[in-house]
């Protein structure tokens, strides 16, 4: 096996069976390159292609590989026309002796081969690095740009490959994409063994090549944090959106040891925001993505934890302690909770929809898909703030953008500044009174069928691209039973339980439940997930903050 170091630089590779003249050749180039550049030796054609295959997974990059002409198994030229599959930018060099030049000049035109020399090649000086030098010259010239460490290959059509892509862009994780149709997404795959028949594949970091990776294991494997570093805390946080990043931050900030639970991304619908434009402070508007990174590390300095890819599935009260429930079996328990769970955006429920979800069905704005819509028509279903602000963002480069509104106008939902620029914007066109009927298409969305609500009549239309934002439902499912909520999931808290004046009929307390307090003491909701909330970025950070001000009560009291 070829000698791999742990520092990560650019690599000049060698390879001869003789072990002699493999420790020479090494020898010499690291006296003259080893500064800048990681010398890997090997001694067969096997373990060179091995050693390719696992700098390709780390994201290292090869510059030069000097292979000998004479070794059994697999020659030199043999070699050398594998390697061209790895690192086709790889500049080359055969080893030979005086008698194999006519070899090493039908070479040049099997494997491209950029020079060859002849052994021995002493001195050096002379005769070995005078060409080593005019190759790496001329690499450096070329495009060997490092890629970011984490790498992703997919289809195009592929709602996995969708759905890690937006995950890993949504946790701020800089990753690269190839197709696993195109040349380097092939050569990736190779080098990781795989057939491409699961995708997609993630190689992280370090090298690992994931397939299919669940999100837990994903964010892992990136440098995610997922397990919390204690037991036990003064405040648990459950969800990543502005309401929990806003209990994050003024919870740490004003000493209370403080752990936030996001199951997928923090930012929440927000997050997904290409952009805000209403928010208090920023004139020029901000980027759903920028504001959350901003409050992420706010977050963060002030010493709140951050876990991430973890589902919550239970609470419940023992004694003085609240108790948060994992999916996998395990819990964290602390003095208090602020439930800032959010909504999710309702499934479209017209035939075709659930088969083409991450298939040119998206849910939210999907920003990792945008670019893919250039030149292309778009529909974009809802009529709220999200949708126009989904519109605006995408007509930058669509051909067309449309928007489907059920309702008569966009006035009942959507802000007057976003209905102004949507009827400024020349390719933006909206369709009121319309809903989808069904969704088309063989493996990804081809056309869909649209409804006219008044008089019932149909059109299709060809369509590759929808993006759908009709309305919330509030992720509150594994709440059932203990903590009290209305009719459509939202949680009650504060006046709406004591609509008739008196508390709950289970509440144990002498004094009335706190305005963000559910029926469980010490438990506190904020943001969307709340009944009667505003559905605002600003109001959902106003209510995490004042959450945590009656968390302190709280624990005085207690």
């Known amino acids: 096996m070829a000698q791999l170091a742990d520092t990560v630089r650019n690599v000049i590779l060698t390879v001869d069976d003789d072990p002699g003249v493999s420790r020479a050749i090494a020898r010499d180039l690291r006296r003259r390159y080893g500064a800048g550049y990681r010398i890997v030796r090997a001694e067969s054609g096997e373990s060179a292609l091995e050693a390719l295959h696992e700098l390709k997974l780390r994201g290292d990059l090869v510059a030069v590989i000097l292979a000998d002409y004479r070794m059994p198994r697999m020659n030199g030229i043999e070699f050398l026309e594998q390697a061209l599959g790895v690192y086709p930018g790889a500049r080359r060099v055969l ?23 002849l052994k021995p090649w002493d001195p050096p000086e002379e005769k070995l690095y005078p060409v080593v030098d005019d190759l790496l010259t001329a690499w450096l010239a070329s495009d060997h740009r490092p890629v970011p460490a984490t790498k992703v290959v997919g289809h195009r059509w592929s ?8 995950f890993l862009a949504r946790n701020q994780v800089p990753y690269r994409w190839y197709s696993s149709d195109e040349p380097e997404g092939r050569r990736l795959l190779d080098a990781a063994g795989a057939d491409g028949q699961r995708l997609p594949l993630v190689i992280t970091p370090d090298g690992t090549p994931l397939i299919e990776p669940e999100a837990a294991d994903l964010a892992a494997q990136v440098g995610l944090a997922t397990t919390p570093a204690a037991d036990f805390y003064d405040l648990v946080v459950i969800g990543g959106g502005p309401a929990g990043l806003g209990a994050a931050v ?24 290409s952009r805000i434009e209403n928010y208090l402070g920023f004139p020029d508007g901000v980027s759903g993505a920028q504001l959350t990174e901003r409050a992420r590390r706010q977050a963060g300095r002030f010493g709140a ?12 009260a023992s004694g003085p302690a609240r108790v948060v429930r994992f999916s996998d079996g395990s819990s964290v328990a602390a003095h208090s909770v602020i439930l800032a769970t959010g909504v999710s955006y309702r499934q479209l429920r017209a035939p075709g929809c659930d088969d083409l979800t991450g298939c040119g069905v998206y849910y939210g704005s999907s920003l990792t898909e945008a670019s893919a819509c250039e030149g292309h028509d778009v529909y974009i279903v ?21 928007l489907l509104v059920r309702g008569e106008s966009l006035t009942a939902s959507m802000s007057h500044y976003l209905i102004q620029q949507i009827e400024e914007a020349p390719n933006i066109t909206v ?23 008044v008089d019932g009549t149909t059109e299709a239309v060809d369509a590759q691209w929808m993006f759908v934002f009709i309305g919330a439902a509030p992720l509150t499912d594994w709440l059932d039973g203990t903590v009290l909520r209305d009719e459509h999931g939202f949680i009650l808290a504060g006046p709406d339980l004591t609509a008739d004046g008196r ?37 959902a950070v106003g209510e995490g903050a004042m959450a945590v001000m009656l968390v302190h009560r709280y624990l005085e009291q207690s």
Do not use: C
């Open 305 to 316: 934890e951050i876990l991430t890819a973890r589902e919550v599935t239970g609470l419940e």
């Open 250 to 273: 003024y919870g740490a900030s004003e000493g209370l040891r403080t752990v936030l639970v996001e199951r997928s991304a923090t930012g929440g619908q927000a997050g997904q925001s």
């Open 431 to 453: 369709r009121t009174r319309t809903v989808v009927e069904e969704a088309h298409g063989d493996g990804h969305l081809e056309r869909l069928t649209l409804r006219d609500v």
């Open 382 to 402: 809802g009529g709220a703030n999200s949708a126009g602000q989904a519109a605006m963002y995408l007509s930058r480069g669509a051909k067309s953008v449309t």
């Open 159 to 166: 709602a996995r490959s969708s759905q890690v892509r937006e």
């Open 503 to 539: 508390p709950p009929a289970d509440w144990p307390l002498d004094r009335p439940p706190y305005h963000l307090e559910t029926n469980v003491p010490g438990v506190f909701v904020a943001g969307d997930a709340r009944a009667q909330s505003a559905k605002r970025v600003a109001s």
């Open 95 to 117: 080893l030979t002796a005086y008698a194999d030049t006519g070899a090493a000049i039908d070479a040049i035109n099997v494997v491209d081969l950029d020079h060859y020399l």
